[in-house]
């Protein structure tokens, strides 16, 4: 059986171009091979991007090139606003966390393409994760494309909220192969699908 690992990282030092700083790639790649986790695709998201812009990137490593890039929303809890979002772990925050993530299990979702993924946060800054229903989801109102500078705001409770298109990309990713996944925003959010495959 293939075992495979993903990183997925919210960052929140990108530059403002919406492209990956080499350094980033390079901490990703280092972080990923220390931890033994698969040195393949990365997922990352500049939460200090305009919410109007790309801000999710998928980033293959050995191809070095961006494979997916789209809008996500940020939490709307703790006094966020469009501009600067409020980072936090209280549960009943709202609040997009910071940290590292083990995120596993498909499951049936509410929103946009009926799938999320489950979120577990491995650090103090996200340790409450899983008991906020903190998921990997798409909202079908969330654009496809850039909307800057108009603003993607009001559609997430704290959690990463992507658009279908690119939910249906990532998710036929994460089914083709059993994932690790961090990210970061500064830190780290990590990414684990099933072990059994979903049936669709």
């Keep these: 059986m293939i075992n495979l690992k993903l990183l997925l990282l919210f960052i929140n030092i990108f530059s403002p171009a919406t492209s990956i700083k080499a350094e980033k790639i390079s901490e990703a790649f280092a972080f990923a091979k220390k931890n033994k986790l698969d040195t393949t695709i990365c997922i990352m998201v500049d939460m200090s991007l305009p919410s109007g812009k790309n801000r999710l990137f998928v980033y293959d490593f050995q191809q070095k090139k961006t494979l997916i890039a789209g809008m996500c929303a940020h939490g709307v809890g703790g006094s966020s606003t469009v501009q600067k979002p409020v980072f936090s772990n209280k549960v009943g925050s709202n609040c997009t966390s910071l940290g590292k993530y ?53 559609q997430s409770a704290g959690c990463p909220v992507i658009a279908d298109d690119q939910m249906k990309q990532i998710d036929r990713l994460l089914r083709k192969i059993e994932v690790f996944c961090f990210g970061f925003t500064t830190n780290y959010i990590l990414i684990q699908p099933p072990l059994a495959r979903v049936q669709s």
């Design 102 to 154: 083990k995120v596993k299990n498909r499951a049936y979702s509410n929103w946009g393409i009926n799938i999320h993924y489950k979120m577990y946060g491995l650090e103090q800054s996200n340790s409450n994760a899983f008991k906020r229903i903190v998921v990997l989801h798409s909202y079908t109102p969330v654009p496809n494309y850039e909307i800057y500078p108009h603003i993607l705001f009001g």
